[in-house]
């Protein structure tokens, strides 16, 4: 791999920059290009004590060899108004954006292998008037990809969502027999082109308590859960389920499961950030690029105090250069 991975700062008033900064300080498995304010940048590596010297990502050292632990390429990107550490300004929501889009853009034309994204505040986002629901749906806006699949991974745990950033009254109708289809031929897809699973075994939850109990405590698992996976295995995937959540993570039943899709946000990530949070990582399958995140967000209470874990950050890198190597 000789190309840079772009790590976007993400909200700046937030622990983004921190991790960004505090990660550069350690030697990279590839290049990294920061996608950012230099300026901000440089203020908070003074706010955290950091010696680290900011170089133009224009300078031919960024793009190919890399620099030691130390420096940072920085793609400068500017801030609409000057920050201050913890303190949310829908005016910079627009930079915001800008940092995602310059690095979707250096993905899609190959000047970089990957984009690793800090944490953004998306309620900031929607008070500038920008309606956004999180990097996965702009990222799959952005690129044309009509679904992604949200993945997030801690150790051996990979858990999957078939649905995004909803509200969870929203959730029931969002499940249909062809969103659920897609997600799951997304998911088996990306096992085996991105993580190098030849037959991945799915475990697929129930929406409802017990999966629905037969039907007496709802109907979408016979209705549209177990006919999906009926079809779906009659095409050659291995698909366990729909399965009662609440036993779903106990190790027995996780046993030989390479991934499980859990119905909704709630239902999936608070097993998995029970799991590994500070070390879990988030990504986007199903786009024509490489993203992955950390897994936890903005952190304003720590902002500029060089308290932030900086562990996830380091995770999302190293799997993103993985992922990157499967082309
Ligand atoms: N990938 C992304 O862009 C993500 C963004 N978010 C956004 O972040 C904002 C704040 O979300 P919250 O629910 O408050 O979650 P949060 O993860 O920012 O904070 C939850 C708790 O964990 C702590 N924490 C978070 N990251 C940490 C780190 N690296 N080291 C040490 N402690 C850490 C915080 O101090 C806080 O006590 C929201 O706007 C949310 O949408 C949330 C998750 C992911
Ligand atoms: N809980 C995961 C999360 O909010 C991250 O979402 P995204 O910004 O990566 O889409």
Do not use: W
Not at 39 to 53: K, V
Not at 56 to 85: K, Q, S
Not at 112 to 134: H, R
């Amino acid at each position: 791999m000789t190309h840079p991975i772009a790590v976007t700062a993400g909200e700046p008033a937030g622990i983004g920059p921190d991790i960004l900064l505090m990660t550069a300080m350690q030697p990279q498995p590839v290049p990294l290009v920061a996608i950012a304010d230099r300026d901000l940048l440089a203020d908070r590596a003074r706010s955290l004590n950091l010696d680290i010297r900011l170089v133009d990502a224009a300078d031919p050292g960024a793009a190919t060899t890399g620099y030691p632990a130390g420096t940072l390429a920085v793609r400068h990107c500017p801030l609409r108004r000057p920050v201050t550490a913890g303190q949310l300004d829908p005016h910079n929501a627009p930079y915001v954006l800008e940092t995602l889009d310059i690095a979707i853009a250096g993905c899609l034309s190959g000047e970089y292998a990957a984009m690793v994204t800090c944490p953004l505040q998306k309620s900031v986002i929607n008070d500038a008037g920008i309606p956004f629901s999180g990097h996965t749906e702009y990222l799959a806006e952005k690129t044309g990809t009509p679904r992604v699949v949200m993945l997030l991974a801690a150790g051996g745990l990979r858990v999957a969502l078939a649905t995004t950033h909803l509200p969870l009254a929203d959730v029931p109708a969002a499940i249909t027999r062809d969103s659920l289809t897609a997600t799951l031929r997304i998911l088996h897809a990306d096992m085996q082109r991105r993580f190098g699973i030849p037959a991945p075994r799915i475990a697929v939850l129930g929406l409802n308590p017990h999966a629905g109990e037969g039907g007496h405590l709802g109907r979408e698992e016979i209705e549209t859960i177990a006919p999906v996976l009926e079809t779906l295995r009659s095409s050659g995937m291995s698909l366990i389920g729909p399965l009662p959540a609440d036993t779903a993570f106990t190790p027995r039943a996780l046993k030989g499961v390479d991934t499980v899709l859990a119905m909704y946000h709630d239902q999936g990530l608070p097993v998995l950030k029970y799991a590994g949070f500070g070390s879990a990582v988030n990504i986007t399958l199903g786009l024509p690029i490489v993203r992955t995140s950390v897994d936890h967000g903005t952190a304003l209470d720590l902002a500029g105090k060089g308290t932030a874990d900086a562990g996830s950050l380091a995770e999302a890198i190293s799997q993103a250069v993985r992922m990157a190597k499967t082309g």
